[in-house]
């Protein structure tokens, strides 16, 4: 019986953990932070694959949270595809770090772990593990110096940065 709880407990919660060495960024803003962020590259996953075009909008809810809005297009469907989650701060709201669900009780981590915190204009961003990754940006082109220093970034932290995926807009 206690085994069984231990397992409903770990598949309730999901996994919400930081990755080794990766810390969220510190007096993070939520309201410079809601709108719309567009994907710029990424790290392979089941749930983006084959999508281009890609951009994520944050809005607050009314129970306190954040409202989330993915959507991608599919090439091969001729179609938008959205998916809508929540999420909450994990510790607090002045850090860059919060839990997100798509799929009812279960959530990963969206830890922001370099921010452009002068104009809220770029984000390096991971999910549970370093299998996650996601450069962000407010508008569906970066600057190439800029794109370039995210990268490295990630890259000495411990990303698989040679299988980003660069997304079409």
Known sequence: MKKLFIVLAFLLTGCVGLPEGIKPVENFKLDRYLGTWYEI????????????????????REDGGVRVLNRGYSAEDKEWKEAEGKAWFVEGPDKGYLKVSFFWLFYGSYVVFDLDHEHYQYALVSGPDKSYLWILSRTPEMKPDIKDKLIAKANALGFDTSKLIFVDH
Request: proline share 0%; hydrophobic share 30%; glycine share 4%.
């Open 41 to 60: 590259a990424r790290l392979d996953h089941r749930f983006e694959r084959g999508l281009s075009r890609i951009s994520a909008e944050y809005s607050r």
